[in-house]
């Protein structure tokens, strides 16, 4: 025990730590994460799932009382 476990990059052939330092494995890295994908990918490469927050219709009334 002691020693981190690695594996190799499917890309490149780096060594990849394995553990959670290594968010890309078992690629060395995004890009060659990436690369793999597809490099389509990399051009719609977005956080999916943020809805935007609609403004509450309360604040459009209070400005028309005053
Ligand atoms: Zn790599």
Not at 6 to 19: F, L, M, Q
Request: charged fraction near 25%.
């Amino acid at each position: 025990m002691g020693r981190p476990s690695t594996a190799r990059c499917p890309r490149c052939g780096s060594k990849v730590t394995w553990d959670e330092n290594s968010p890309y494995r078992p690629f060395c890295s995004e890009r060659c994460h990436l690369i793999d994908l597809g490099a389509w990918l990399s051009e719609e490469h977005s956080i999916p799932g943020e809805d935007a927050i609609v403004p509450a219709q309360q604040d459009a009334e209070n400005l028309r009382e005053n």
